[in-house]
């Protein structure tokens, strides 16, 4: 009896190979819409940084879906919750969709333009002595009219 009670106990915690763990193409469809949606709401920071930090309860974040499931069900079907929720029970999924959400964000990176037009630096003030730039009405001093701060801005913009 000891035995037989071993010989099922031996497996009871066992995790399965990670060579075996493979994704259908629905299922990296699914992956990818949810990467997609992520980094359209700009949430790819907040998002590696809560998946890295669940990445050893994969399991326990796969069922506190079922939890969020009302909330969750508002952007996706019922049915893609469920297969989520699957998906990310598996050790290889959070690695894989941190990679497809990094990647997406460095493709939308990478579209993006690089113009910034309206960002101020702060440009320190100068002393207001003869030839002094403020004196003479230098344009990088002019600030809003009756503002006593020691900072004033410049617009300019990156190449």
Not at 1 to 21: C, G, S, T, V
Request: glycine content about 6%; aromatic content about 6%.
């Amino acid at each position: 009896m000891k035995q037989n009670l071993w010989a099922k106990m031996k497996y009871a915690f066992a995790i399965p190979d990670e060579k075996d763990q493979t994704f259908s193409d629905e299922e990296m469809l699914l992956l990818n819409k949810v990467a997609d949606m992520v980094v359209k709401r700009q949430l790819t920071t907040p998002a590696v940084l809560f998946l890295e930090s669940v990445r050893p309860l994969n399991f326990l974040g796969s069922q506190t879906m079922v939890f969020f499931q009302p909330i969750v069900g508002l952007l996706i079907s019922t049915r893609e919750m469920e297969m989520l929720s699957q998906i990310l029970e598996r050790r290889k999924s959070i690695p894989l969709l941190i990679e497809l959400i990094e990647k997406k964000d460095n493709e939308g990176r990478e579209k993006a333009p690089t113009l910034c037009v309206g960002i101020t630096h702060p440009v320190p003030s100068r002393p207001q002595g003869r030839g002094s730039p403020k004196a003479a009405g230098h344009p990088s001093q002019e600030g809003i009219p009756g503002d006593k701060s020691p900072i004033k801005t410049v617009a300019t913009h990156r190449p």
